[in-house]
Nanobody
Framework: QVQVVQSGGGLAQPGGSLTLSCTVSGSHFSIDGMGWYRQDPEKERELVASISSIPTRIKYADFVKGRFTISRGRGSDKNTVYLQMNSLSSEDTAVYYC?????????????WGQGTHVTVSS
């Protein structure tokens, strides 16, 4: 069974920073890519950033370019993806979800974290 567990998030002031992390675990599972999405109640879930495994490709939504950085751990931390969020604004307030795309036994599938609230407010 594949598990995706998120941590981080919370409250930040405008201009501040937060870091999200997400760790995937499970046997017979190979990671193809990892990413972060966000959703607020009035919008559809949207891609924030993603990072693929082989080759390593990173994609950012236009609204976070230059402010957010996605990265993956190395070595024993390779199953963890991070999202460093800087220069936060109220428009970044949303629930952030980690997505992991990978091969479980012989089938590709998407797995989601539990969601993390990010609130940007003074």
């Amino acid at each position: 069974q594949v598990q995706v567990v998120q941590s981080g998030g919370g409250l930040a002031q405008p201009g501040g920073s937060l870091t999200l992390s997400c760790t995937v675990s499970g046997s017979h599972f190979s990671i193809d890519g990892m990413g972060w999405y966000r959703q607020d109640p009035e919008k559809e879930r949207e891609l924030v950033a993603s990072i693929s495994s082989i080759p390593t490709r990173i994609k950012y939504a236009d609204f976070v370019k230059g402010r957010f950085t996605i990265s993956r751990g190395r070595g024993s931390d390779k199953n963890t993806v991070y999202l460093q969020m800087n220069s936060l604004s109220s428009e970044d307030t949303a629930v952030y979800y980690c997505n992991v795309h990978g091969l479980y036994y012989s089938d590709y599938a998407d797995y989601w974290g539990q969601g993390t609230h990010v609130t940007v407010s003074s």
